[in-house]
């Protein structure tokens, strides 16, 4: 009994020891940030993520990358650093790449920050996991498109039933994933998960005079739990905002904003906003939040746009001539190996 308490002692020990790995907003704030961004899609959406069980599955699956924290050394190790980027004031990630021109895989961004010293463990990967998702829920958007296209034809009616079950599981799977998506651009929303700012001003210049005390957690969970309100979040919810861009540039911009926005919360600090009761905290929050949820709800709508584009199965066909009726998906979709 005594080394299972160790263990589980050295597992919570692991994680607050990786710099910047504490929560980016808590529970309450995730789950808000998921409901609120799917129940603003458009139309233009697929019917099954308009519904009410639908924000409600992705609002509980935002809060699973922090459910795992603490499972094991291993898992710590390798995806608490998804949480966050370490940017130094001059927009350098530890003295590495700046966000504007992030080396095309991790492996190569790895390779850059070790030049320099650091590496993507030290500085985190955010943009990487945001990325990494987005991508993700493309592909997974071709196969629902693909297998849906083969249910409304006839002409493929002998597999049909494999068809209709097939896409039951892919809309569970795009749940989880526009889940974990929402969690890592909430993540990415919170201007102190994009400095090295990140828990106090830490030993840099600090012209301003911005405290040392570590409020992070303070400010994106108790704060938010206890004096922000759903109808704010909705209130501040960003406009839509169309990027027709790559997602490695719309990626980079987003994070740039956040980052530009962390001296408000050190400023509201300083003259005691953030103090508990006081509305000022929880109307900074919301904005912030609001950021996130819209950001998702577009990150969500051009990922179904760039759906049909995509190649799904083995071996691969593309969407495109699936929805067309060109090509019978089911060889493709359950896999002749």
Not at 73 to 93: C, E, Q, T
Not at 129 to 140: E, G, K, P, V
Not at 197 to 204: A, C, T
Request: glycine share 10%; hydrophobic share 45%.
């Amino acid at each position: 009994m005594k080394s299972l308490f160790a263990a589980a002692a050295a597992a919570a020990a692991l994680v607050l020891a990786v710099p910047g790995a504490a929560n980016a907003w808590g529970h309450s704030a995730h789950r808000m940030i998921g409901e609120v961004a799917m129940q603003a899609l458009p139309p233009e959406a697929p019917a099954f993520l308009r519904t009410p069980q639908a924000a409600l599955d992705v609002g509980e699956f935002s809060r699973e990358p922090d459910n795992l924290k603490g499972a094991g050394k291993l898992l710590d190790n390798d995806r608490s650093p998804a949480h966050f980027v370490d940017l130094d004031d001059d927009g350098k990630i530890l003295g590495g790449p700046s966000l504007a021109d992030l080396p095309p895989t991790r492996e190569a961004f790895d390779t850059a920050l070790r030049a320099v010293g650091q590496d993507s463990w030290k500085a985190g990967y955010l943009p990487y996991a945001m990325i990494d998702r987005w991508q993700s829920l493309a592909r997974s958007f071709g196969y629902w498109r693909a297998l849906d296209a083969a249910l409304r034809n006839p002409a493929w009616s002998a597999h049909h039933a494999w068809f209709a079950a097939a896409k039951r599981r892919r809309e569970a799977q795009v749940l989880a994933t526009i889940g974990e998506l929402s969690h890592f651009v909430g993540d990415g929303s919170q201007p102190m998960h994009v400095t090295v700012h990140f828990n106090g001003w830490g030993q840099y210049p600090n012209p301003q005079g911005y405290t040392q005390a570590k409020f992070h957690e303070a400010f994106e969970g108790d704060m938010v739990r206890n004096g922000m309100t759903r109808a704010q979040l909705v209130a501040a919810l960003a406009p839509p905002k169309v990027c027709d861009c790559p997602i490695e540039q719309r990626t980079a911009a987003f994070l740039v904003e956040s980052g530009r926005r962390l001296g408000a919360i050190y400023d509201l600090e300083k003259v005691g906003g953030l103090a508990p009761g006081d509305p000022r905290g929880p109307a900074l929050a919301a904005v912030l939040m609001g950021r996130g949820a819209g950001e998702l709800r577009d990150q969500v709508l051009e990922a179904w746009r760039a759906s049909p584009s995509q190649m799904v199965g083995w071996r691969p066909i593309r969407v495109s001539d699936v929805m067309a009726g060109k090509i019978d998906p089911y060889n493709a979709l359950y896999g002749i190996d």
